[in-house]
Structure formats: C-alpha cells, structure tokens
C-alpha cells in the first residue's frame, strides 16, 4: 500500500471513531438529562433495583453519562470515556437482565443478544457495551 492510499485509511478509520463517539456522546447526554428531568421516576426505578442506594447510584450515573458524553462529543479522553460508560453498561446489562423462556440455546443465545422478552434492555445494553469497547480499543486522532 503506497503512503497516501494508508493516510487515507486511517482517514476512514478515525471518521468511523467520530461517527461512534457523536452519536454515544448524543445519547448519553441525552440519557444523562432525561434522568435529570425525570428524576422521580428514575429515583424510583434505581430504588427498585438497588435498594437504600438508589438514589446514590442515579446520582452517580447522570454525572457519569454527562460528563462521560461530553468526553465523547468532544473527543477528550475518548478511551477512558467509553471505558466508563462501558462499565455504567454492563452494570445495567446485570442489574436489568431477566431471561425469557427458551426451548434451545440458539433461543437462548437470541434472547440474550437480542430480544431479551423477559424484560430489560439486553439487545440495546449489548449493542451499546460492544460498540463502546471499540472506542477503548481503538485509536482517536485527527484526520491530517
């Protein structure tokens, strides 16, 4: 491969960063604020979850989502960013998760990966986990 035909692909490559880390920061912004907005309801949906440390928890998972996206949007710190909200994921993905019934363990697999009709977000937390892992593992840098 001649010099600009990998200048160029590491162009495409940090385009595809900052399509990632616009639209997660978008959405965990948004998270962030519609938590804040609606902090009855989710006080009582984390109180639900987690007891006495509800409110402690959503607390700590708007200022996690706001700044965290902010990161994001903003390309400062994007690895630890993702890193961060990839975590905040997984702890919904275990917190949240209720498996539906299954007769096999394609049906299983599905209902873990996809449809998850036993309740909770599972295909989005899934999604939302694997995408920000890519962020950490990959490199952020300025198209030249």
């Known amino acids: 491969m001649k010099l600009d035909e990998c200048k160029l692909a590491n162009c495409y490559s940090e385009s595809g960063?900052?399509?990632?880390?616009?639209?997660?920061?978008?959405?965990?912004?948004?998270?962030?604020?519609?938590?804040?907005?609606?902090f009855g309801m989710a006080?009582?949906?984390f109180e639900n979850i987690f007891a006495n440390l509800g409110e402690i928890?959503?607390?700590?998972?708007?200022?996690?989502?706001?700044?965290?996206?902010?990161?994001?949007l903003l390309g400062y710190n994007t690895r630890y960013a993702?890193?961060?909200?990839?975590?905040?994921?997984?702890?919904?993905?275990?917190?949240?998760?209720?498996?539906?019934?299954?007769?096999?363990?394609?049906?299983?697999?599905r209902e873990i990966m996809v449809m998850n009709t036993g309740?909770?977000?599972?295909?989005?937390?899934f999604a939302y986990f694997g995408a920000l892992v890519s962020l950490v593992f990959s490199e952020s840098k300025k198209c030249t």
């Open 17 to 38: 960063n900052l399509v990632l880390r616009s639209f997660f920061g978008v959405a965990f912004i948004v998270a962030g604020l519609d938590k804040i907005l609606s």
């Open 43 to 45: 006080k009582e949906m």
């Open 57 to 72: 928890i959503l607390v700590i998972a708007i200022l996690i989502e706001l700044s965290a996206g902010i990161s994001l």
């Open 82 to 109: 993702a890193g961060l909200l990839a975590f905040l994921i997984l702890i919904a993905f275990i917190s949240t998760f209720k498996l539906g019934p299954s007769t096999n363990i394609i049906g299983t697999l």
């Open 119 to 125: 309740g909770g977000n599972t295909a989005v937390n």
